[in-house]
């Protein structure tokens, strides 16, 4: 990595990451770095106390009342896995959409190849959003869960939670959504919209270290455990603890990314969030204004608007993605994402299946001048 690098790849992961939450993370690691809840010593109880801290800051931060619903996991991913092993049983229907990320899609799929469940894709319209009257007719007699991307990472478009949370809870089908994408970008207000589980990754806009992320549950849901060992509770007993948040969280928890994933949160809240996010969607709004003229380029899913997260998705006639994404970084300094981006049926819907595309994606440190650089270099390229 060069001084110089534009870091445009921020759905993938934050860069940099605030400087206070590298040196908060380093501090308070090094004087707290011990086990919670597996010693009655002060400094591991020090080390609890400070988790049951970062999950009543969670449980704020997506508007459920419990903080014990708050379930620590690797990352979105994982957590979506618990989710879905958790709660599905053979026989069961499964509500989804096209603009999943294969953290959905593969373990869907797995169940399906068992024979155990079976599960509606429901298409995006040309906006980037799933209509919920699509939703709702896709929903079969059977269906035991509705999972919806709240961001998608290809087009940035950003569903309607309230509208879709209020379908599921007149029928009674627990609604999950992948927060990958969106925690830290737009506000998540599970109890008010009618959300029973949110899996979210800390090391994308919550500014956190990779490692960390979590699942949070509203008060209408229950998960069966899917992995088992120890907790810190009841070691006596062969029976895994029953009781939240230790009933889905087996062994040592990542303490270091739990201070990282805290120190995240408080910055947002002193830089507040949506302050961050009007910078960032102005910035993606003189990307787009400087890229939807050029010729040659097409850009994929809705315009720059209140309701969008900061990613641009585009190809250039008569170049590979990956070739463009190849020039970019070596002639330019910038560095983008390019491929199918782990969301097959996206790329499948805008006919970009076979190569792809080329995703720009901003962040809290990203300038003006790295927008107009980039802007600069797009247009080399069309010009080609």
Same mark, same amino acid.
């Given at each position: 990595?060069?001084?110089?690098? *534009?870091?445009?790849?921020?759905?993938?992961?934050?860069?940099?990451?605030?400087?206070?939450?590298? #040196?908060?993370?380093?501090?308070?690691?090094?004087?707290?770095?011990?086990?919670?809840?597996?010693?009655?010593?002060?400094?591991?109880?020090?080390?609890?106390?400070?988790?049951?801290?970062?999950?009543?800051?969670?449980?704020?931060?997506?508007?459920?009342?419990? =903080?014990?619903? %708050?379930?620590?996991?690797? /990352?979105?991913?994982?957590?979506? /896995?618990?989710?879905?092993?958790?709660?599905?049983?053979?026989?069961?229907?499964?509500?989804?959409?096209? +603009?999943?990320?294969?953290?959905?899609?593969?373990?869907?799929?797995?169940?399906?190849?068992? &024979?155990? *469940?079976?599960?509606?894709?429901? =298409?995006? /319209?040309?906006?980037? @959003?799933?209509?919920?009257?699509? @939703?709702?007719?896709? &929903?079969?007699?059977?269906?035991?869960?509705?999972?919806?991307?709240?961001?998608?990472? %290809?087009?940035?478009?950003?569903?309607?939670? =309230?509208?879709?949370?209020?379908?599921?809870?007149?029928?009674? &089908?627990?609604?999950?959504?992948?927060?990958?994408?969106?925690?830290?970008?737009?506000?998540?207000?599970?109890?008010?919209?009618?959300?029973? +589980?949110?899996?979210?990754?800390?090391?994308?806009? +919550?500014?956190?270290?990779?490692? &960390?992320?979590?699942?949070?549950?509203?008060?209408?849901?229950? *998960?069966?455990?899917?992995?088992?060992?120890?907790?810190?509770?009841?070691?006596?007993?062969?029976?895994?603890?029953?009781?939240?948040?230790?009933?889905?969280?087996?062994?040592?928890? /990542?303490?270091?990314?739990?201070?990282? +994933?805290?120190?995240?949160?408080?910055?947002?809240?002193?830089?507040?969030?949506?302050?961050?996010?009007?910078?960032? #969607?102005?910035?993606?709004?003189?990307?787009?204004?400087?890229?939807?003229?050029?010729?040659?380029?097409?850009?994929?899913?809705?315009?720059?608007?209140?309701?969008?997260?900061?990613?641009?998705?585009?190809?250039?006639?008569?170049?590979? =993605?990956?070739?463009?994404?190849?020039?970019?970084?070596?002639?330019?300094?910038?560095?983008?994402?390019?491929?199918?981006?782990?969301?097959?049926?996206?790329?499948?819907?805008?006919?970009?299946?076979?190569?792809? #595309?080329?995703?720009?994606?901003?962040?809290?440190?990203?300038? #003006?001048?790295?927008?107009?650089?980039?802007?600069?270099?797009?247009?080399?390229?069309?010009?080609?």
């Amino acid at each position: 990595m060069t001084e110089r690098l *534009i870091y445009l790849d921020n759905a993938a992961t934050s860069y940099p990451k605030p400087p206070q939450v590298l #040196a908060r993370m380093c501090e308070t690691y090094a004087r707290m770095g011990f086990s919670p809840g597996r010693g009655g010593y002060d400094q591991a109880m020090e080390a609890e106390t400070f988790v049951e801290r970062t999950r009543w800051k969670i449980a704020r931060f997506f508007d459920v009342p419990d =903080p014990n619903r %708050v379930i620590f996991t690797a /990352n979105a991913t994982d957590a979506l /896995n618990l989710a879905i092993f958790g709660l599905l049983r053979p026989g069961d229907h499964v509500v989804t959409t096209c +603009l999943e990320h294969n953290s959905v899609l593969r373990p869907l799929f797995h169940l399906k190849q068992q &024979i155990m *469940i079976d599960y509606t894709p429901v =298409p995006f /319209n040309g906006r980037g @959003l799933v209509e919920p009257s699509d @939703l709702t007719r896709a &929903i079969r007699p059977n269906t035991r869960l509705m999972i919806v991307c709240h961001a998608s990472n %290809v087009l940035g478009s950003v569903q309607d939670l =309230p509208e879709i949370g209020r379908l599921c809870a007149s029928l009674g &089908i627990p609604l999950l959504i992948d927060a990958a994408q969106s925690a830290g970008q737009t506000p998540i207000r599970m109890s008010e919209w009618g959300v029973s +589980l949110a899996a979210f990754t800390g090391h994308k806009a +919550l500014m956190g270290p990779t490692g &960390i992320g979590g699942l949070v549950l509203g008060a209408d849901i229950d *998960i069966q455990p899917t992995r088992f060992g120890g907790t810190g509770m009841n070691s006596e007993s062969l029976v895994h603890t029953e009781t939240y948040p230790h009933r889905l969280e087996a062994g040592t928890l /990542n303490m270091l990314g739990i201070i990282g +994933l805290s120190a995240g949160l408080d910055y947002l809240q002193q830089e507040t969030a949506q302050q961050l996010h009007e910078q960032e #969607a102005a910035l993606l709004k003189r990307l787009y204004d400087g890229l939807v003229a050029l010729p040659g380029v097409t850009i994929y899913g809705p315009p720059p608007g209140p309701d969008r997260v900061p990613i641009l998705t585009l190809n250039v006639d008569r170049m590979s =993605p990956s070739d463009v994404g190849a020039i970019l970084d070596g002639d330019y300094d910038i560095a983008v994402r390019t491929g199918v981006h782990c969301a097959p049926l996206v790329h499948e819907t805008l006919g970009t299946g076979n190569r792809g #595309a080329v995703r720009f994606s901003l962040g809290p440190f990203n300038t #003006a001048q790295d927008i107009d650089r980039a802007i600069e270099a797009m247009t080399g390229l069309s010009g080609r």
